[in-house]
């Protein structure tokens, strides 16, 4: 099992910056897959960017790709999604979740862990 937090979330004027953080604890990271997922009102939970085990291969959806990093740490056993340029469009509640397969996706319904989610609110 593993336990996923996020934090860092808030409430940004448009073109500002935050930095989004996943805690794991129960295991390591260092196998798995992990995404950021968001979800706004009245929408389905979509893919916002993934990493696979090792750093090497990410991905970004096409509406956040040039603003947004995903990034790990995993001595830490941490994922970071550094977000900056960031537009109205972007409100949503931030979802990190984890893939206990070497194989990357971008599909909610792969991901066998998450966590609780972080607000992230951009006033215009």
């Known amino acids: 099992q593993v336990q996923l937090v996020e934090s860092g979330g808030g409430l940004v004027q448009a073109g500002g910056s935050l930095r989004l953080s996943c805690a794991a604890s129960?295991?390591?990271?260092?196998?798995?897959?992990m995404g950021w997922f968001r979800q706004a009102p009245g929408k389905e939970r979509e893919f916002v960017s993934i990493?696979?085990?090792?750093?090497?291969?990410?991905r970004y959806a096409d509406s956040v790709k040039a603003r947004f990093t995903i990034s790990r740490d995993n001595a830490k056993n941490t994922v970071y999604l550094q977000m900056t340029s960031l537009k109205p469009e972007d409100t949503a509640v931030y979802y990190c979740?984890?893939?206990?397969?070497?194989?990357?996706?971008?599909?909610?319904?792969?991901?066998?862990?998450w966590g609780q989610g972080t607000q992230v609110t951009v006033s215009s």
């Open positions: 979740a984890a893939r206990s397969r070497f194989v990357v996706s971008v599909t909610p319904g792969d991901y066998d862990f």
């Open positions: 129960g295991r390591s990271l260092s196998s798995l897959t």
């Open positions: 990493i696979n085990w090792s750093g090497g291969n990410t």
